[in-house]
């Protein structure tokens, strides 16, 4: 995990892998297979929001991928509007496709990098992030991120995030990579284990749930919540 910043793979990088993998990735199973507890951590955040926002109209679902995280959300808060950001065009074609079967709302896809991206201020009640806020790199951006998303949230509206993580704690963040190790080689062996860490080293720079709870308490959020965490991955928010 030493790789510098500007040696992470770009945004273009990134797009080009993920062009590719739209079928894995529209299977909660095989897109998410590295991720521990992915169907738990799932369960919880739109679990979470539908608690937080149960009369919530209005969806925005950053680094969307296939859809998964939304359509969890459309089965606890049906005929929601939906907003789907991402990169990946081919993913958010397969995201646009699947959620309109299963929405009567409106369906709004927008391709692009979320730093980027124009979205209406005081505008959504629930914004979703599943495994995507690990590509911001310097610590102005995250802020930059989670300040435009607290924007774009109306009061009271909900931030869930779903995400790889590290831990500030050198000595802990080692005991818990080793035990990432150990989980990648119980499903798929060394070779499988060694590929997965090569990827996450060259794209991803992942900050932990402290950083992300006090960048939420920076920008505005009044209230911060950690739903689950087991290893190198948790689920988390706040609430306007």
Known sequence: MSTNLHQKSTNEEIRERFDKDVERFANLGTGQQSTIDAPVSLELITDAARAVNPKAENLLDIGCGAGNY????LHKLPNLNCTLVDLSQPMLDRAKARVQEATNG???SMRGDIREIAL????????????VLHHLREEQDWEFVFSKLYKSLKPGGSFWISDLIIHNSKEINQLFWSKYSEYLVSIGGENYKNNVLAYIEKEDSSRSVTFQLDMMRKVGFREVEILHKNIAFAAFGGIK
């Open 120 to 131: 209406p201020e005081n505008h959504y009640n629930i914004v979703l992030a599943g495994a």
């Open 106 to 108: 409106s369906i709004e």
């Open 70 to 73: 939304t359509l969890k959300m």
